[in-house]
């Protein structure tokens, strides 16, 4: 049971480095979600996707990209970090569509760090 | 999404059952109320939802009020490794013009202790 997978789990870079944190997730879920998390706050919403194809803004979108070829994977990229983009990312799939109450399942984080 | 209120932190004794409350005063009809906790920083973890009736699954119960204003996470038999974030978060079902957004607030602290 994979459910939602990160990588890598760790990162460090420097400013104006630019990256891609992966996910995949093995549930054939329709959406998927990144979230970031600062120190001592909540989560939140970078972009979304609700099918393969399919992508859309969140709440903090300046900054990184997304794109999602396959149902499997949403990978978020980062172009010109800054050391605000320091924080956790976390990814995020739940089925949708059709009025589906199913709860969104988390992975375990990429911890980044931009010096 | 309606804006939920839960208290800061709370402690528990390790064995007896933790309550945590969560106010969500404004929530709608079609609005779930979903559970979640987040064990240092590792990702959410979800723990149960609900519409109306109260629900039970192996990890969990969920009482929520009968004019759904605020219910109640029970975890009937705290242990130390249930020391964590606990959020209440209240969103309609995913689909149509609603893609299923979880909006974190700061969530309850709780501390089990032996």
């Known amino acids: 049971n994979a459910g939602v997978t990160q990588t890598p789990k760790f990162r460090i870079l420097k400013i104006g480095q630019s990256m891609t944190l992966q996910c995949t997730q093995d549930m054939n879920h329709n959406y998927m979600y990144w979230y970031r998390q600062d120190p001592g706050m909540g989560l939140k919403l970078i972009y979304y996707?609700?099918?393969?194809?399919?992508?859309d803004k969140g709440e903090v979108p300046n900054g990184y990209n997304v794109s999602r070829s396959t149902t499997e994977d949403f990978p978020l990229r980062l172009e010109l970090a800054a050391p605000s983009q320091t924080s956790v990312y976390f990814c995020a799939s739940g089925l949708g569509g059709g009025g589906s109450n199913q709860p969104q399942h988390f992975g375990d984080g990429t911890r980044l760090s931009i010096l | 999404d309606a804006k939920t209120t839960q208290p800061p932190s709370m402690d528990c004794a390790e064995g007896r059952a933790a309550n945590l409350p969560c106010n969500h005063s404004?929530?709608?009809?079609?609005?779930?109320v979903y559970w979640y906790r987040q064990i240092h920083s590792q990702g959410p973890q979800y723990i149960i939802h609900?519409?109306?009736n109260n629900e039970t699954n192996e990890m969990a119960s969920l009482i929520i009020t009968e004019d759904r204003k605020s219910s109640t996470l029970i975890l009937p038999h705290a242990t130390l490794r249930d020391t964590a974030v606990y959020y209440c978060?209240?969103?309609?079902?995913?689909?149509?013009?609603?893609?299923?957004?979880?909006?974190f607030g700061q969530g309850t602290i709780l501390t089990v202790h032996p």
């Open positions: 978060i209240v969103r309609v079902a995913a689909g149509g013009t609603s893609y299923g957004k979880l909006t």
């Open positions: 996707s609700v099918g393969a194809g399919i992508t």
């Open positions: 404004t929530i709608s009809g079609n609005e779930y």
């Open positions: 609900g519409l109306k």
